[in-house]
């Protein structure tokens, strides 16, 4: 067919065309589930691969419609069709997703409807970076408040906000939604759905291989959601392929909540509360090739280029990444960090009296600090960092690796005299004695509360670990599930006090 979208324009409109076979299986598992539309739509039809597979799967189709927003797609989807004979119930029209009136569209086709296809798989961000237009109306998709739709929680995969807005249109009507997408798309429009009490029947995931049909290196499957009559089971069956017949797990709704397995869940649900320790994210900077030095073969502290720096101690504190504490074994610093403030928005020009070397540093490096993105930092004082309190400065911390994929809790003690500070790709519980972190690194590293985590963890979402699920259990009722309440209470308390931090002034280790 040749060339027919540029590498950007395939990125733009997230152009991941479906290769034939797979659409032949794709539908053929439809009919198998048995699937029986009287009108198909393909929203996003491409070339109308899917479109071809499912007037040749459903031959009682009576109405197919595909959508597309490219013209020279629009061309050879309607070759397609004309040389599978079958133009007079088929029609693909040039139409873009985000500008046509579904609600009208959707009302008068005949019932049971398939939307049947294959999305974008980009983000909105991506969109936004490429200055694109192919894009739905910019709002707080998710209704997301303060900080995380500052830092980016209102991100959104396009095919998310296509499946949930088709989901709503449907509301009403018998149909069947079958879409290829990522995983973790089709477990959030589930969500939406179920918190909504949406009409949703059986749903299933079919996992397909996506760097084989499509090179793309992401979690993916067919997604398929009944709409028009609740089953009353909100569960999702998970097939580990499309050929499969049964399913290797499920995940489902419950308590307001989306979880993994719903077995761990049953099991240790009573651990579930707010406990009085806090889950804390590591030092922000964005700045890691003037905050984050190491130590060259002499001793000396050099910069992210290897440059060496002559600097004061007092505002330089011994540093572990994601990296360092997934690895195994005790977690040891290779790295310091600077730390400017003791809590944000602190001012820091006190430094320059302080520590007048480690000032004229940082002010070597000022276009550098202020060409940070992140409007955290906007408005704050010079060479500011986010995610830092008393808790920074905690001599004993819980840690874990927010990047890897394991639950896997370190204990972290002072080093070289000073507390150990972590970066923001990790998580912590703050704690006063080292007493007190090794209780709580036992309590997390049991295998109950490995279980309950499970329940609740994907571990093909891009970050699994978060501090929401992290905040889930109640350290003090699992304290109690391993009878050892009174040692919580005599290292613990109500909870870990805010640690004073070790002296600054001291200097790290040469």
């Known amino acids: 067919m040749g060339k027919l979208r540029s590498a950007a324009g395939k990125v733009e409109f997230g152009d991941f065309q479906t290769p034939m076979?797979?659409?032949?299986?794709?539908?053929?598992?439809?009919?198998?589930?048995?699937?029986?539309?009287?009108?198909?739509?393909?929203?996003?039809?491409?070339?109308?691969?899917?479109?071809?597979?499912?007037?040749?799967?459903?031959?009682?189709?009576?109405?197919?419609?595909?959508?597309?927003?490219?013209?020279?797609?629009?061309?050879?989807?309607?070759?397609?069709?004309?040389?599978?004979?079958?133009?007079?119930?088929?029609?693909?029209?040039?139409?873009n997703f985000f500008e046509k009136d579904w609600p009208s569209f959707i009302a008068g086709l005949p019932e049971p409807i398939l939307l049947v296809g294959?999305?974008?798989?980009?983000?909105?961000?991506?969109?936004?970076?490429?200055?694109?237009h192919n894009i739905p109306e910019k709002t707080n998709f998710h209704g997301r408040a303060g900080l995380d739709a500052i830092t980016g929680k209102s991100n959104f995969d396009i095919s998310e906000w296509m499946l949930v807005k088709l989901m709503t249109w449907l509301a009403g009507r018998r149909a069947t939604i079958?879409?290829?997408?990522?995983?973790?798309?089709?477990?959030?429009?589930?969500?939406?759905?179920?918190?909504?009490?949406?009409?949703?029947?059986?749903?299933?995931?079919?996992?397909?291989?996506?760097?084989?049909?499509?090179g793309a290196g992401v979690d993916a499957c067919l997604f398929v959601c009944e709409i028009g009559e609740a089953s009353g089971?909100?569960?999702?069956?998970?097939?580990?392929?499309?050929?499969?017949?049964?399913?290797?797990?499920?995940?489902?709704?419950?308590?307001?909540?989306?979880?993994?397995?719903?077995?761990?869940?049953?099991?240790?649900?009573?651990?579930?509360?707010?406990?009085?320790?806090?889950?804390?994210?590591?030092?922000?900077?964005?700045?890691?090739?003037?905050?984050?030095?190491?130590?060259?073969?002499d001793g000396r502290l050099v910069d992210g280029e290897g440059v060496r720096v002559d600097i004061e101690g007092r505002f330089l504190y011994p540093m572990l990444k994601s990296s360092d504490v997934a690895r195994e074994g005790e977690p040891v610093p290779r790295r310091w960090m600077i730390v400017t403030q003791t809590s944000v928005g602190e001012d820091t020009a006190a430094i320059a009296t302080s520590a007048p070397k480690t000032w004229a540093y940082l002010s070597r490096h000022r276009?550098?600090?202020?060409?940070?993105?992140?409007?955290?930092?906007?408005?704050?004082?010079?060479?500011?960092?986010?995610?830092v309190g008393d808790y920074t400065f905690s001599p004993w911390k819980v840690a874990i690796s927010g990047l890897y994929k394991k639950l896997d809790f370190k204990v972290i003690g002072p080093f070289a005299g000073k507390p150990v500070v972590l970066d923001d790709t990790c998580y912590f519980l703050p704690c006063a004695s080292e007493a007190e972190a090794r209780l709580l690194g036992r309590l997390l590293g049991s295998s109950q509360a490995q279980e309950f985590f499970s329940a609740f963890v994907f571990w093909d979402a891009?970050?699994?670990?978060?501090?929401?699920?992290?905040?889930?259990?109640?350290?003090?009722?699992?304290a109690a599930v391993l009878g050892v309440e009174e040692e919580f209470r005599e290292h613990c308390g109500s909870g870990s006090r805010p640690a004073m931090a070790l002296e600054r002034a001291v200097e790290p280790a040469g």
């Not at 294959?118 to 694109?132: I, R, Y």
């Not at 276009?367 to 995610?387: L, T």
């Open 118 to 132: 294959n999305p974008p798989w980009v983000t909105s961000a991506d969109l936004g970076t490429l200055k694109s």
């Open 21 to 95: 076979d797979l659409a032949d299986e794709v539908c053929e598992r439809l009919a198998s589930r048995g699937v029986a539309p009287r009108s198909v739509v393909e929203p996003t039809c491409g070339v109308g691969n899917l479109l071809v597979a499912a007037l040749k799967a459903f031959p009682d189709v009576r109405a197919a419609h595909g959508m597309e927003v490219h013209e020279a797609y629009v061309g050879a989807a309607r070759s397609r069709i004309a040389a599978l004979g079958a133009s007079e119930r088929a029609r693909v029209e040039r139409a």
């Open 233 to 297: 089971r909100q569960v999702c069956a998970v097939f580990p392929s499309l050929g499969a017949t049964s399913p290797s797990g499920s995940f489902g709704y419950r308590d307001g909540a989306l979880v993994a397995d719903t077995v761990l869940y049953d099991r240790w649900k009573s651990l579930i509360g707010e406990s009085h320790h806090k889950w804390r994210s590591g030092v922000k900077h964005d700045c890691a090739a003037v905050m984050e030095l190491a130590r060259s073969g």
């Open 367 to 387: 276009a550098r600090f202020e060409r940070r993105a992140s409007s955290i930092y906007k408005g704050k004082p010079a060479f500011s960092v986010f995610g």
């Open 178 to 214: 079958a879409m290829l997408c990522k995983t973790a798309v089709a477990r959030k429009v589930l969500l939406f759905g179920w918190q909504r009490g949406f009409e949703i029947g059986t749903a299933a995931m079919y996992r397909i291989d996506s760097a084989k049909q499509f």
């Open 462 to 478: 891009k970050r699994p670990i978060t501090t929401d699920l992290l905040r889930r259990l109640d350290l003090a009722r699992l």
